[in-house]
């Protein structure tokens, strides 16, 4: 018998694990060949543009002891996109879930899709009560939407994956609005109810809608936890850190993964709340997002600005940050002298975060 490859060694290797496969045939006819994982626990959906991420991890640990969570992307390892009450689910349980998935299905899925399904796997697995998912891009047609959840939630809508998702902010939300379900609670900034899409998806569908203000501010994503958590009677413990996310280190390095030019403002705000007026930047872009419009984001506090000129998959080509008049950098032993804000992509910031952190403990 052929030995199994490691899951990490195919998901690694993988060419297409940007790839967005609209669709929700292959995952639905996965879940039913694997028996329906899902129908083990209770899944709650967490949509929209910025702080779905946010707002997952800080509400599984609100659900506590035996909650799932999915996120995406990661900092640095893959594992961090599935766990268990805070902790990565040991290695030889993800290579369980791989055979009986291999062993039920054709394995045709994409990156995202294998390791939604995985998580569905391990959930059901490691017995969990709750497993909060974070929808991948958009709604309607992201793997997450085969789920049956108990309860779903958009954190914002903002312009972002136009290519996928259109062109305005009605349309954007649309999509997202997608994941709701006939009378199970589904929390929607207030704000989005302007848009007729919205409504006529909300008519159509008739969940039990469960409206809450937004600023459109990082906030909101509190905001939005704490309404979670009061509708199913949590516990209302204060919130955790989470990596990457408004973080700050030693008083002076500040991360934030911030991807898209409304979170870009927010995080713009952010410093200046905490008394920033110049500091040095460093950012790392991927897709189509624009290194000028970055750069004008950020141009009321920019001492110097600066691209990360290592490698990060799907980055932007460094001759755009030229174009932008924005210098690439490697060396980073004189920059992290001075205070740092590091924004932009996951990958930038996890690669950031552990060599600060390496720094920090030599000094």
Known sequence: MPVLRSIFDVLNQTNDWLSFKPGLERVSKALDQLNRPDRHFQAFTMGGTNGKGTVSFHLADRFGEGTGLFISPHLVNIRERISIQGKWIDDKYWQLAYGEILSKTDGNFTYFEWLFLTACVLFKMKQCKYAIF???????????????????????VALDHQKFLGNTIEDIAFEKVQICRKGKPFFLPSC?????????????????????????????????????????????????????????????????????????????????????????????????????????????????????????????????YKLAGVNTIENLDDLIKEPLLICGTHSLVGIMREKILSYIGKT
């Open 134 to 156: 974070e929808v991948g891009m958009g709604g309607r047609l992201d793997a997450v939407n085969a789920l049956d959840p108990t309860c779903s939630a958009i954190t914002s």
């Open 192 to 320: 989005l109810l302007e848009f007729p899409k919205v409504r006529d998806t909300i008519e159509r569908v008739s969940p039990e809608l469960v409206l809450f203000p937004a600023t459109k501010s990082y906030s909101d994503n509190f905001t939005l936890v704490d309404a979670i958590s009061g509708y199913f009677d949590l516990t209302l413990k204060p919130f955790r850190q989470l990596p990457g996310r408004r973080e700050i280190m030693a008083e002076k390095y500040f991360f934030d993964t911030a991807h898209n030019e409304a979170a870009w403002l927010d995080t713009l705000k952010w410093m200046k709340n905490r008394g920033i007026s110049q500091i040095n930047i460093l950012f790392g872009l991927t897709g189509k997002r624009k290194p000028m419009i970055f750069k004008k984001c950020f141009s009321p506090i920019t001492k110097n600005i600066y691209a990360w000129g290592g490698h990060i998959v799907n980055s932007i080509p460094f001759q755009e």
